[in-house]
């Protein structure tokens, strides 16, 4: 069978647009299919634009798979009704339609809910006539014009027993400067604005060291970034991983995902440090206590100083994440979180502001009331406002969130990494202000719409019954001299 996976890319301006990266589901279930003897590609605009010739060579496929999340769905949905026109039959996966399927139904013919590493091949054999549509596991169609929902198969607990993912499937997959690969699924927390857990399940599944090493040894030399959502859940196998890692010496340098809670144990840091990491994701989430209760984070500030301190001790690059909005946040928590990431060395920081993907308790909770007004799924990216916060109006906290960013990649620090030679530190913020200055030349409409809206929520000060004290802050203008601003410029091109 001709199979085509496409895995579209967001239509709106962010800053995942700047990582050639691929999600690994679509080159996974592509390497599955083709050792079962199916003609596979996949393609993905994230690494590869698609040309005219693979439009032509997916309009040919006998069946095409969409994986998609919540900010690259309408992109999925509009080739989706191009494919429906020219009949080519359609099945979407991924987290947005594997909570949304009904709404998925109305663009495609099937969706797999899931991991689908055994559902697809069961698809398959159905549309080939070789199964029943009912014995598909987790999978959502139309019968007689009414919609069925399969029951969701078991998540596979033997990570080893899928195969290493064969990458030359993925038009393209030679313009990756860094490889991405997944050794765990699943996550023991469950943050309310997070999804994993509903899509992945609350046990956490490892591969073995030794299926993770043969694949990390087709890599040798490379760059690699861990998908896990969190590369150091289980700490005993992480720290049996590095080892082997050091021990056969794979010159790999590395980043993954992980939590403040990693600092707690020197080893651990040792061993990243001298088995090739060079930054790691952290998702701290907010510098106001009451914030990290409602997000159900099960982490206090203190535990992310400490992080930071001892990560900046062992010189490894620290990317911090902070989700600004919760009902306990106002405009003071936006300045309070840039202030500490300043003042406490963060690397690089994103200041996202929260979204209520579905899927989550947050959109469930912001949906009962009825604080979501709108549902264009290109801006739930984390980049755009899409609900009414309590304490701040959204276009106060969009420009916070805007006016935060601007203010920790201002040129002066960008120069200021520079100056102490960290050079790496120096790109990457160059690269932030870039990406910052950028949205904002490229969102006005949206600026705009925001605006109207505000104008007819009510503020703060109705909202709390306090008076107003603070206005929204403003970072100091600066402006480099234009010799500089060039040497800057050649300075990020080079990194990148």
Not at 208 to 236: C, H, Q, W
Not at 286 to 293: C, D, G, I, R, Y
Not at 402 to 413: E, K, M, P, T, V
Not at 446 to 472: C, D, I, N, W, Y
Request: glycine share 6%.
């Amino acid at each position: 069978m001709n199979i085509s996976f496409v895995e579209p890319k967001s239509s709106a301006y962010n800053i995942y647009q700047y990582f050639h990266l691929p999600r690994l589901g679509l080159p996974l279930l592509a390497t599955i299919l083709s050792r079962q003897g199916h003609q596979v590609s996949v393609y993905s605009p994230i690494v590869q634009n698609i040309t005219a010739r693979d439009y032509v060579n997916i309009l040919n496929s006998q069946l095409v798979g969409i994986s998609t999340t919540t900010a690259t769905t309408s992109v999925g949905y509009h080739l989706a009704q191009a494919l429906r026109i020219a009949r080519v039959p359609v099945v979407f996966g991924g987290t947005h339609t594997t909570f949304l399927p009904e709404e998925a139904l109305q663009y495609c013919d099937y969706v797999l809910r899931g991991e689908a590493e055994k559902s697809m091949p069961q698809l398959i054999e159905a549309i080939q006539g070789n199964r029943s549509f009912a014995r598909v596991e987790g999978l959502s169609y139309k019968r007689d014009g009414e919609i069925v929902h399969n029951p969701l198969g078991e998540h596979p607990r033997n990570l080893d027993e899928l195969p290493i993912v064969d990458l030359s499937l993925l038009r393209g997959q030679h313009r990756m400067h860094i490889l991405p690969l997944a050794t765990s699924r699943g996550c023991p927390y469950h943050c309310n604005f997070c999804s994993v857990t509903d899509m992945f399940g609350h046990r956490y599944r490892v591969q073995s060291v030794e299926r993770t090493m043969e694949e990390l040894k087709l890599y040798r030399g490379r760059g690699i970034f861990f998908y896990d959502d969190n590369f150091a859940a289980n700490i005993p196998h992480t720290k049996k991983l590095l080892t082997e890692m050091i021990r056969q010496n794979l010159h790999i340098s590395w980043s993954a995902q992980v939590r403040a809670e990693v600092a707690k144990d020197r080893e651990l840091l040792e061993l990243m440090k001298r088995s090739g990491c060079l930054a790691l994701f952290i998702g701290f989430e907010s510098v106001n206590e009451e914030t990290l209760k409602e997000y159900n984070k099960a982490q206090s500030l203190e535990e992310i100083t400490h992080c930071i301190s001892e990560l900046n001790r062992y010189k490894i690059r620290i990317h911090g994440m902070f989700v600004l909005g919760s009902d306990k946040d106002d405009i003071s928590t936006i300045r309070k979180t840039v202030e500490y990431a300043e003042k406490t060395n963060i690397g690089t920081i994103q200041f996202m502001a929260l979204t209520p993907f579905p899927g989550t308790l947050y959109h469930d909770q912001l949906e009962e009331e009825d604080r979501i007004f709108t549902k264009n799924w290109d801006l739930y990216d984390g980049h755009h406002v899409v609900y009414e916060p309590k304490l701040m109006s959204p276009i106060e906290l969009q420009m916070g969130i805007l006016q935060a960013s601007a203010r920790f990649y201002s040129f002066w620090r960008i120069l200021g990494a520079l100056r102490k030679l960290k050079l790496a530190t120096s790109a990457f913020r160059y690269g932030g202000h870039l990406i910052t200055k950028g949205w904002m030349r490229q969102k006005r409409e949206f600026m705009e719409m925001l605006a109207r809206r505000s104008a007819h929520s009510p503020s703060k000060e109705q909202k709390t019954g306090k008076k107003k004290k603070e206005r929204v802050f403003k970072p100091k203008a600066s402006r480099p001299p234009r010799k500089l601003w060039r040497a800057m410029d050649r300075l990020g091109k080079f990194f990148r």
